[in-house]
């Protein structure tokens, strides 16, 4: 590659902590203009190895490999997936840094132009001069200061823990739900089981749903001040909690229903 015709774009990253060495990026956002000027057009990025992925290197230092991973796309965002050389003084150092810096980390990508065109952003009613980047071959991922484009974001650094389910926040929240669905049913039906017979649930499952039930109304209130603490004000206006009020009294009905609090 020319490396005069090389040029790089820093973006801005926030980091959470998983499974050892891995990094998963959102690293341009598209039709959005940045504060170079330029707007990432969708189907524009490809890794310049093709393949084989894309590097990762220290601050745009190709001296300083540090990692690799690839590259994926969808019509509003390009993504990178890649590990951090763990076997190496410099992949460790690099990722260290990188969870350590959290959110003051930022990131910036290294490309070519093959193919742009100039014109104008129009946004709020104001219109500027754009450089539209219609192919791009990206040759290089890298920590760095500074960010062009602070839309973009860090999905995950991950680190080895043995506590860790390996799984992103968003993931472990659906499986939790998924679960807590799936126990609701399994008691509604034991519950039904136990009423045509004329009986009523087993003491120790009487003490299981009393159990959940203290449980759960506990989430809730801790949930609730998670939600007042931490949520702006425009999300907490967006945010539609009839689903999840919903869902906490049908839960506390159908556990209400499964047990007699005689027992």
């Not at 998963?24 to 504060?35: K, L």
């Given at each position: 590659?020319?490396?005069?015709?090389?040029?790089?774009?820093?973006?801005?990253?926030?980091?959470?902590?998983?499974?050892?060495?891995?990094?998963?990026?959102?690293?341009?956002?598209?039709?959005?203009?940045?504060?170079?000027?330029?707007?990432?057009?969708?189907?524009?990025?490809?890794?310049?190895?093709?393949e084989n992925g894309v590097a990762?290197?220290?601050?745009?230092?190709?001296?300083?490999?540090?990692?690799?991973?690839?590259?994926?796309?969808?019509?509003?965002?390009?993504?990178?997936?890649?590990?951090?050389?763990?076997?190496?003084?410099?992949?460790?150092?690099?990722?260290?840094?990188?969870?350590?810096?959290?959110?003051?980390?930022q990131w910036s990508f290294g490309?070519?132009?093959?193919?742009?065109?100039?014109?104008?952003?129009?946004?709020?009613?104001?219109?500027?001069?754009?450089?539209?980047?219609?192919?791009?071959?990206?040759?290089?991922?890298?920590?760095?200061?500074?960010?062009?484009?602070?839309?973009?974001?860090?999905?995950?650094?991950?680190?080895?823990?043995?506590?860790?389910?390996?799984?992103?926040?968003?993931?472990?929240?659906?499986?939790?739900?998924?679960?807590?669905?799936?126990?609701?049913?399994?008691?509604?039906?034991?519950?039904?089981?136990?009423?045509?017979?004329?009986?009523?649930?087993?003491?120790?499952?009487?003490s299981i749903l009393m159990n959940?039930?203290?449980?759960?109304?506990?989430?809730?209130?801790?949930?609730?001040?998670?939600?007042?603490?931490?949520?702006?004000?425009?999300?907490?206006?967006?945010?539609?909690?009839?689903?999840?009020?919903?869902?906490?009294?049908?839960?506390?009905?159908?556990?209400?229903?499964?047990?007699?609090?005689?027992?």
């Amino acid at each position: 590659m020319d490396r005069e015709k090389f040029e790089s774009k820093t973006i801005d990253l926030k980091t959470v902590n998983e499974v050892e060495g891995k990094v998963e990026a959102v690293f341009s956002v598209f039709n959005e203009i940045d504060s170079d000027g330029d707007v990432v057009l969708p189907n524009s990025i490809k890794s310049g190895y093709g393949e084989n992925g894309v590097a990762m290197v220290w601050a745009h230092d190709w001296k300083k490999p540090i990692g690799r991973g690839e590259i994926i796309s969808d019509g509003d965002k390009a993504t990178f997936k890649g590990q951090f050389i763990m076997d190496t003084q410099e992949g460790r150092d690099a990722y260290a840094t990188v969870k350590a810096m959290g959110d003051l980390q930022q990131w910036s990508f290294g490309y070519e132009v093959l193919d742009s065109e100039n014109g104008s952003f129009q946004k709020d009613g104001k219109s500027s001069d754009a450089r539209y980047l219609k192919e791009l071959k990206v040759w290089e991922v890298s920590p760095v200061l500074v960010g062009a484009n602070q839309n973009t974001y860090t999905i995950g650094v991950k680190e080895k823990s043995e506590n860790s389910s390996g799984l992103t926040l968003a993931d472990e929240s659906d499986e939790l739900l998924n679960n807590l669905s799936a126990l609701l049913m399994r008691f509604k039906e034991l519950t039904a089981l136990r009423l045509k017979k004329e009986k009523t649930l087993s003491d120790n499952s009487t003490s299981i749903l009393m159990n959940l039930q203290d449980a759960l109304q506990e989430a809730y209130q801790d949930l609730n001040t998670y939600l007042d603490v931490g949520a702006s004000e425009e999300l907490k206006d967006e945010v539609d909690t009839v689903d999840a009020t919903t869902l906490l009294l049908e839960t506390n009905r159908v556990l209400a229903d499964s047990y007699d609090p005689e027992i």
